[in-house]
């Protein structure tokens, strides 16, 4: 009789440090704990359009890499561990949100749809593709602190895109 | 008598596409939509302790820096709209997020606590500085998408830290 497999429990931890002067530009620190510690300059900042300069991009573009990213090194990952063959992954995600202002009051925002489309390069049978996806989903950070259910994931099979 | 003040909404929306063709590198291009659109290159990679070659930074820096640096764009931009005056800003977050794992299966995440530390480096009163954090916090596109209470926050007056 074989071991019970042993559950285990690890952290992530990342902390941001952000600066703002003046103006849009934030000079933005990130640094990811122990035990494999990195640290990176990610300043954002605003368009001329949006009263910035330009200088680095917008907020919200970290995080719709960050959000199509974190998905992406799951189901790479996890394709290893489940044992399911997949050849090159492209991932279209579209965050779309909506601002709503009463004068020139501070606006209040909401996302609207969070989208995922999904093509694994596979020819794996669809159950084994929605098998991954669906372990991605619950192993992506970004996704797990999202409001539930606010990302909607298409599976591309064949020529079919299906949601999943 | 005034007019009320008209009621006005707009979309914000961000596509990202990402390809991954093997190992962890994942290159990411972010196009932010009309009418002022714009392009950015944004990839990831895992370090080399995770299976990557740290080519990039990890996708979780940037949502980091993404959630950070929205917050704080909200707090410069409606400090501005609310007429309360703020100096430098730091902003220092922490993301927690924990992992869980069966044997050698596909582990599930799930964020632990989110937490922001906010110095607005100003002398405004404590009611207008927690004014605008509030209106930061409904303005944040990033913090509005996630679950509800993820992310604790605390703010600078004087030399306390009080929760808000």
């Keep these: 009789m074989s071991e019970p497999d042993t559950m285990t429990r690890f952290e992530v931890i990342f902390d941001a440090e952000g600066i703002n002067a003046h103006k849009f530009r934030n ?3 990130v640094h990811k704990h122990p035990p494999h510690p990195a640290t990176v300059e990610l300043p954002t900042d605003e368009g001329p359009k949006h009263g910035g300069d330009g200088t680095a991009p917008y907020p919200l573009a970290y995080f719709a890499s960050g959000l199509t990213a974190c998905t992406m090194t799951q189901l790479r990952a996890f394709s290893k ?5 997949i050849g090159t992954v492209r991932v279209k995600t579209r965050c779309h949100w ?11 925002s909401a996302p609207v749809a969070f989208t995922m489309d999904i093509d ?4 794996a049978p ?3 593709q929605r098998r991954l996806v669906a372990a991605a989903q619950k192993g992506c950070f970004v996704e797990q602190s999202l409001k ?7 599976l591309k099979i064949g020529e079919r895109w299906i949601a999943v």
């Design 148 to 154: 539930p259910g606010l990302v909607a994931h298409r």
């Design 98 to 108: 909506q601002g709503e202002q009463r004068g020139g009051a501070p606006y209040e």
């Design 120 to 123: 694994l390069g596979s020819d």
């Design 81 to 85: 561990r489940l044992g399911i063959t």
């Design 27 to 29: 000079d933005v620190t």
């Design 126 to 128: 669809e159950s084994d």
